[in-house]
């Protein structure tokens, strides 16, 4: 049996092997195509991109024809170079740079020579491309922005660079790709699928037709339609508020977690970003470092949340047991938390409850209210954990896992934060209670502090914000549709919200309410210093707002930060009042309000410290397009101010 059984094996093996060696030489001819470039000719035909729309089925973006010269170098044969360097209008330079770039990706495949050719370019082009061997067009579409807006929700599309193609193997040399915004988020549903057909050439490299009549050709496949959850009009409403001021806005859908509007300030328009002039205009705002228009601030920036931080210490308070609505402390126009140490307050001062304590946003109050949560446990270090904990479960320290590619977590200091910091001696609440105020190490997002006020909206939950609204042939994915809840429970909510509800009727936002429409609130104001010619200087504060509406089943939920706005009720407080009754009442009707931000600039504030010739140009020569004002960014981390 021994002596049969291996050259029964060995036989059997190579049975197997000749006829696997048979199906792939004769049967199957995949292999062929992968291999045999000298006799077969790859052409992708490139589809559509998905188009976009917001939540109320507008479209935002679109598509247009765009031509590629393409090259293959090995094939370039017979060519007058100064007659094709002046029909694309190039130099000779130009032209040996990129024959050598192609020919380093490869000689045999084709590469992107020049991209993106007007109708008209092609049609010079095409009428002698004959006599240019070895090139030939490649059809795309680009980006047809219909809207002059939401550059940072939007992305851009760009070229595939090496790393990426060497990554993914979908991707060529030329291929385009999407880029920050939802185009990168969702490259994979947006781009489609490319359509892929093989050409047969003779000895003489001539096309004769498809290989084997096209059995193995396939057909381009658009890309999925997505809408968004922003609100058109909302988005553009929200950028032209902040023209001439830097800072950042986010809406929220308290019940979804949908994003309604996501507004940085200096934006562009997402149109400058295509065609020819791509390059040129994306590098002039990459350079500018100053103001940085590609910087999402509403995702990316970590201020000091300043006094909407009060809202948080006061509801942690309230879980901890440490203080109800009935508990009283008494305020001498600021406190005296330690021998020496005395915390300003612009309340009007007296003994004050929970109630008052919010709306006229006293600092001893909470300030009282936060040292009595971490001295509870007698313990500092132990008692800090659990109060950032409970922070925790708002979203804060972490990333939120929203579904756009770029963004911050802030911070949240824990124990281990301040066991670093005072190393070898005790510290204690009175140490750190500046965390209470909203300024300490505490440093939050935008999206971060609009997600906190849906959460108060909702009593004690939210959803991860997200910018998709609906996938057409998807389903969006379902930690979207997930219900997180805080660790404070939901009868503390109320009194709370009884509270932001008087900061417009009695409080610091006493001037801005909205007829018709309950606003519940709170301002806030950040001290603001940065570092210029090596010395720390004190520059204009922050302006703070954060608000959800209607008071009831509330529909939307807001943060506003502006850069060097003053106070609270000045800049930030007004444009949020507006954002909320444009969303709810589709109009208008605090035209005061509307005129003041419409027509006031933050500019010369921010022209008192610096200067920016890249930001000259681009405003007088608007980068081949239109560009909104561009504003200048210092440093935005800072202390928070004791008034509001």
């Given amino acids: 049996m021994r002596k049969v059984l291996l050259p029964t094996i060995i036989f059997i093996a190579t049975i197997l092997l000749v006829l696997r060696l048979f199906y792939l030489q004769v049967i199957d001819d995949t292999l062929k195509l992968k291999s045999d470039n000298n006799a077969i000719k790859i052409a992708y035909d490139y589809p559509e991109r998905g188009y976009i729309y917001d939540r109320n089925g507008k479209l935002l973006v679109a598509n247009q024809p765009s031509y590629d010269i393409m090259v293959i170098p090995k094939d370039v044969k017979d060519l007058d170079t100064t007659e094709f360097c002046s029909l694309l209008k190039i130099t000779?330079?130009?032209?040996?740079?990129?024959?050598?770039?192609?020919?380093?990706?490869?000689?045999?495949?084709?590469?992107?020579?020049?991209?993106?050719?007007?109708?008209?370019?092609?049609?010079?082009?095409?009428?002698?491309?004959?006599?240019?061997?070895?090139?030939?067009?490649?059809?795309?579409?680009?980006?047809?922005?219909?809207?002059?807006?939401?550059?940072?929700?939007?992305?851009?599309?760009?070229?595939?660079?090496?790393?990426?193609?060497?990554?993914?193997?979908?991707?060529?040399?030329?291929?385009?790709?999407?880029?920050?915004?939802?185009?990168?988020?969702?490259?994979?549903?947006?781009?489609?699928?490319?359509?892929?057909?093989?050409?047969?050439?003779?000895?003489?490299?001539?096309?004769?037709?498809?290989?084997?009549e096209g059995r193995f050709d396939t057909i381009a496949v658009q890309g999925s339609d997505i809408n968004l959850s922003i609100d058109a009009e909302l988005q553009k409403y929200g950028e032209e508020l902040m023209i001439n001021k830097r800072g950042g806005i986010v809406a929220i859908e308290p019940k979804t977690g949908e994003i309604l509007a996501l507004v940085t300030a200096p934006?562009?328009?997402?149109?400058?970003?295509?065609?020819?002039?791509?390059?040129?205009?994306?590098?002039?705002?990459?350079?500018?470092?100053?103001?940085?228009?590609?910087?999402?601030?509403?995702?990316l920036a970590e201020y000091t949340p300043g006094s909407p931080f009060k809202i948080l210490t006061g509801l942690v308070a309230l879980q901890e047991g440490v203080i109800d609505v009935n508990t009283t402390f008494f305020c001498n126009h600021g406190f005296s938390?330690?021998?020496?140490?005395?915390?300003?307050?612009?309340?009007?001062?007296?003994?004050?409850?929970?109630?008052?304590?919010?709306?006229?946003?006293?600092?001893?109050?909470?300030?009282?209210?936060?040292?009595?949560?971490?001295?509870?446990?007698?313990?500092?270090?132990?008692?800090?954990?659990?109060?950032?904990?409970?922070?925790?479960?708002?979203?804060?320290?972490?990333?939120?896992?929203?579904?756009?590619?770029?963004?911050?977590?802030?911070?949240?200091?824990?124990?281990?934060?301040?066991?670093?910091?005072?190393?070898?001696?005790?510290?204690?609440?009175?140490?750190?209670?500046?965390?209470?105020?909203?300024?300490?190490?505490?440093?939050?997002?935008?999206?971060?502090?609009?997600?906190?006020?849906?959460?108060v909206a909702n009593r004690g939950y939210y959803y991860t914000p997200h910018i998709i609204k609906k996938i057409k042939g998807n389903v969006i994915d379902k930690k979207f549709r997930t219900k997180h809840v805080t660790t404070v429970n939901k009868k503390h909510f109320e009194p709370m919200i009884n509270g932001l509800f008087d900061v417009y009727n009695f409080g610091t936002a006493h001037g801005l309410n909205v007829e018709g429409i309950d606003i519940c609130g709170k301002t806030g104001t950040a001290e603001n210093f940065a570092k210029i010619n090596g010395k720390r200087v004190k520059l204009q504060d922050h302006s703070i707002f954060v608000a959800f509406a209607p008071k009831d089943n509330p529909k939307i939920a807001i943060a506003v930060f502006v850069e060097n706005g003053y106070w609270g009720a000045r800049w930030a407080g007004p444009i949020t009042s507006l954002m909320i009754e444009k969303y709810i009442k589709k109009k208008i009707t605090r035209t005061d309000l509307e005129k003041r931000m419409l027509e006031g600039s933050l500019q010369g504030e921010y022209n008192k410290y610096y200067a920016n010739p890249i930001i000259d140009t681009l405003i007088k020569t608007k980068i081949e397009g239109s560009v909104k004002p561009i504003v200048i960014k210092p440093a935005v981390k800072g202390k928070v101010a004791p008034e509001n």
């Fill in 92 to 212: 000779k330079e130009d032209f040996l740079k990129k024959i050598a770039k192609a020919k380093v990706y490869s000689p045999r495949l084709p590469s992107v020579f020049l991209s993106q050719l007007n109708k008209k370019e092609y049609a010079a082009f095409q009428e002698i491309q004959r006599k240019f061997i070895g090139f030939y067009i490649q059809k795309r579409s680009l980006r047809d922005y219909q809207v002059a807006f939401g550059a940072n929700v939007f992305g851009f599309i760009t070229q595939v660079n090496d790393k990426i193609i060497q990554k993914n193997k979908y991707y060529n040399s030329g291929d385009l790709i999407g880029r920050q915004g939802v185009e990168e988020s969702y490259e994979d549903f947006l781009r489609g699928i490319k359509g892929v057909k093989y050409i047969q050439k003779d000895k003489y490299n001539r096309d004769i037709g498809s290989y084997k």
């Fill in 267 to 299: 934006s562009y328009d997402p149109a400058i970003l295509v065609g020819r002039q791509r390059s040129k205009n994306y590098t002039a705002l990459y350079r500018d470092s100053i103001a940085k228009p590609l910087y999402d601030r509403g995702l």
């Fill in 337 to 455: 938390y330690a021998p020496g140490r005395f915390m300003k307050c612009h309340c009007h001062g007296g003994a004050l409850q929970l109630h008052r304590g919010i709306y006229e946003s006293c600092n001893t109050f909470f300030s009282s209210s936060y040292m009595k949560t971490i001295d509870k446990y007698n313990n500092p270090p132990k008692g800090v954990d659990v109060w950032s904990n409970h922070l925790k479960s708002f979203g804060l320290g972490q990333f939120m896992g929203y579904d756009l590619p770029t963004g911050k977590k802030g911070n949240l200091p824990t124990s281990k934060t301040y066991k670093k910091m005072y190393p070898g001696w005790g510290w204690s609440s009175k140490t750190i209670v500046s965390n209470a105020i909203g300024q300490g190490e505490v440093l939050m997002t935008p999206i971060q502090l609009a997600n906190m006020i849906a959460i």
